[in-house]
């Protein structure tokens, strides 16, 4: 008799690796620490392989109903797996490099990585607000250290500092709204606190009062405005491997609670979360975009950049439901999820391009140390533009697809001057995109060393940049598991 469900084998494997993983690499000498690197490459793979086994067409209840196997969670866990795999190629001669001088060893950049990706899949897979909970805080803990790892670089520290604390406040408004919850429906279960909440004896003040302490955490996890203040010191602060890491797969678990919670919980009080998402996408894409016209140094133009994608991803939740009618919250829902593993996969390649350019004893973060890059390699160039054109929305990439997905589903909901207001900031922020395209290209290269990286690298990096393009010519297949996806876990 078989006494574990298979839908919980991969989180068991991870863990299990992740101690084995851990062990070894106490043992190793530095030269060694490839081993540790193909190590955590192979753990994800064959967590990937048992997500594929154990995935199904409906959704499975695990674990006295705390946790749930469906198709939205295998999607986002196998793209997490990607981004975490693909962060490690990309910061596997980063991390080398700077092993010793800066106190990131190897072992532990891969171990706390691994864990952050623990955190994550119990949060895309949890169907009850503590799991959900711990999941977040297993996450948060492991990228608080990673961000902390370079502990003589004064930046990094500051950083480090600023995370854990808004962090830490962050946890107390999600707990403080999942008290609230708990008080109103006597229920920690998302299913049974949608039934309850929908009833006519539900409290409503406090359901009500509740959320908005829970959207307050979770639109600092998000990284959307007004709790966007930790993320561009962070992702300045950070090693870029860290920031690399920080930008991808946390952000597909941050989509996976926020729809966990909102949708799958709090649907009954769609109309009221909705207006508070919708303060939140516009004041994420009017600061966000604005803000980082002026910044000069490419990682905190980046993570600007992602404060106005984030919110233009929300608005797929704020349009899901309009004047009543909810046949629009499928194609909406799976906009938005479109929309997050569009930006993981650009984000993925944008920063590994500064990891490309990157060297012992050279940080590649200013914008200005992509002058000339065409003249220094004219694919890598080609690689970046398609990267950048992709943030800015432009076709045929995937980043225009994604937006026009959500703009779709903003303009069926009614909501014509949101859908103006979206593509107002969007042409605002091309400028910045395209700033980066004319350093590559118009300006003369500040720096001439040949830019040496692996071959494993190289052919990720080439990869990556090439299915932005493909999946923005030919988006079809992607769309409609994300449509499948959301309107067979809304089904049940």
Same mark, same amino acid.
């Given at each position: 008799?078989? &006494?574990?469900?298979?839908?919980?084998?991969?989180?068991?494997?991870?863990?299990?690796?992740?101690?084995?993983?851990?062990?070894?690499?106490?043992?190793?000498?530095?030269?060694?620490?490839?081993?540790?690197?193909?190590?955590?490459?192979?753990?994800?793979?064959?967590?990937?392989?048992?997500?594929?086994?154990?995935?199904?067409?409906?959704?499975?209840?695990?674990?006295?109903?705390?946790?749930?196997?469906?198709?939205?969670?295998?999607?986002?866990?196998?793209?997490?797996? =990607?981004? @975490?795999?693909?962060?490690?190629?990309?910061?596997?001669?980063?991390?080398?490099?700077?092993?010793?001088?800066?106190? =990131?060893?190897?072992?532990?950049?891969?171990?706390?990585?691994?864990?952050?990706?623990?955190?994550?899949?119990?949060?895309?897979?949890?169907?009850?607000?503590?799991?959900?909970?711990?999941?977040?805080?297993?996450?948060?803990?492991?990228?608080?250290?990673?961000?902390?790892?370079?502990?003589?670089?004064? @930046?990094?520290?500051?950083?480090?500092?600023?995370?854990? $604390?808004?962090?830490?406040?962050?946890?107390?408004?999600?707990?403080?709204?999942?008290?609230?919850?708990?008080?109103?429906?006597?229920?920690?279960?998302?299913?049974?606190?949608?039934?309850?909440?929908?009833?006519?004896?539900?409290?409503?003040?406090? &359901?009500?009062?509740?959320?908005?302490?829970?959207?307050?955490?979770?639109?600092?996890?998000?990284?959307?405005?007004?709790?966007?203040?930790?993320?561009?010191?962070?992702?300045?602060?950070?090693?870029?491997?860290?920031?690399?890491?920080?930008?991808?797969?946390?952000?597909?678990?941050?989509?996976?609670?926020?729809?966990?919670?909102?949708?799958?919980?709090?649907?009954?009080?769609?109309?009221?979360?909705?207006?508070?998402?919708?303060?939140?996408?516009?004041?994420?894409?009017?600061?966000?975009?604005?803000?980082?016209?002026?910044?000069?140094?490419?990682?905190?133009?980046?993570?600007?950049?992602?404060?106005?994608?984030?919110?233009?991803?929300?608005?797929?939740?704020?349009?899901? $439901?309009?004047?009543?009618?909810?046949?629009?919250?499928?194609?909406?829902?799976?906009?938005?999820?479109?929309?997050?593993?569009?930006?993981?996969?650009?984000?993925?390649?944008?920063?590994?391009?500064?990891?490309?350019?990157?060297?012992?004893?050279?940080?590649?973060?200013? =914008?200005?140390?992509?002058?000339?890059?065409?003249?220094?390699?004219?694919?890598?160039?080609?690689?970046?533009?398609?990267?950048?054109?992709?943030?800015?929305?432009?076709?045929?990439?995937?980043?225009?697809?994604?937006?026009?997905?959500? &703009?779709?589903?903003? $303009?069926?909901?009614?909501?014509?001057?949101?859908?103006?207001?979206? @593509?107002?900031?969007?042409?605002?922020?091309?400028?910045?995109?395209?700033?980066?395209?004319?350093?590559?290209?118009?300006?003369?290269?500040?720096?001439?060393?040949?830019?040496?990286?692996?071959?494993?690298?190289?052919? $990720?990096?080439?990869?990556?940049? &090439?299915?932005?393009?493909?999946?923005?010519?030919?988006?079809?297949?992607?769309?409609?598991?994300?449509?499948?996806? @959301?309107?067979?876990?809304?089904?049940?």
């Amino acid at each position: 008799m078989n &006494l574990i469900p298979t839908s919980l084998y991969p989180e068991i494997f991870l863990l299990s690796s992740i101690c084995l993983i851990l062990l070894l690499d106490m043992f190793l000498k530095d030269d060694k620490r490839n081993v540790t690197y193909a190590l955590s490459l192979v753990t994800l793979g064959v967590c990937g392989a048992l997500t594929l086994g154990a995935s199904s067409t409906g959704s499975v209840y695990l674990s006295n109903n705390m946790f749930v196997s469906d198709a939205v969670s295998s999607l986002l866990k196998l793209f997490s797996y =990607i981004a @975490v795999g693909v962060t490690f190629i990309y910061g596997r001669q980063y991390v080398a490099d700077r092993g010793m001088a800066t106190g =990131i060893l190897g072992g532990e950049f891969y171990v706390l990585a691994l864990f952050s990706l623990l955190g994550q899949m119990v949060m895309i897979s949890g169907n009850n607000l503590l799991i959900i909970y711990l999941g977040l805080e297993l996450m948060s803990l492991a990228l608080y250290a990673l961000v902390a790892l370079r502990r003589d670089h004064t @930046v990094s520290t500051e950083a480090a500092m600023k995370y854990f $604390v808004l962090g830490a406040l962050a946890s107390g408004f999600l707990l403080y709204g999942i008290s609230m919850l708990y008080g109103a429906t006597g229920t920690l279960n998302l299913n049974e606190m949608s039934k309850i909440a929908a009833s006519a004896n539900a409290n409503k003040t406090i &359901l009500v009062f509740g959320i908005v302490f829970l959207v307050a955490g979770l639109a600092f996890k998000l990284g959307v405005v007004p709790f966007h203040m930790w993320v561009p010191d962070v992702y300045q602060g950070s090693p870029t491997a860290v920031t690399l890491l920080l930008g991808g797969a946390p952000k597909l678990a941050a989509f996976a609670i926020t729809y966990r919670l909102l949708v799958e919980g709090l649907f009954p009080l769609v109309v009221d979360w909705q207006q508070m998402l919708m303060v939140l996408a516009v004041m994420s894409m009017a600061i966000g975009n604005i803000t980082a016209i002026a910044q000069t140094n490419l990682k905190r133009m980046l993570a600007y950049s992602t404060i106005s994608q984030m919110g233009f991803m929300l608005l797929g939740f704020l349009s899901g $439901v309009s004047n009543g009618n909810i046949t629009l919250a499928g194609e909406a829902y799976s906009a938005s999820m479109f929309y997050a593993i569009t930006y993981v996969m650009t984000t993925l390649g944008s920063f590994g391009i500064i990891l490309l350019l990157s060297r012992a004893g050279f940080e590649a973060e200013n =914008i200005a140390d992509l002058k000339g890059l065409n003249k220094r390699s004219k694919w890598f160039a080609f690689i970046m533009m398609l990267f950048m054109f992709s943030l800015a929305g432009i076709p045929p990439l995937m980043g225009f697809y994604a937006k026009l997905s959500v &703009l779709s589903s903003v $303009v069926a909901a009614g909501q014509i001057w949101l859908a103006v207001a979206a @593509v107002m900031f969007s042409l605002i922020g091309a400028f910045y995109y395209l700033r980066v395209v004319k350093v590559m290209y118009f300006d003369e290269p500040a720096d001439t060393a040949p830019i040496s990286a692996g071959m494993d690298m190289q052919i $990720v990096l080439s990869v990556n940049g &090439l299915a932005v393009l493909i999946l923005g010519i030919l988006p079809e297949a992607l769309l409609f598991r994300c449509v499948e996806a @959301v309107k067979t876990s809304l089904a049940s």
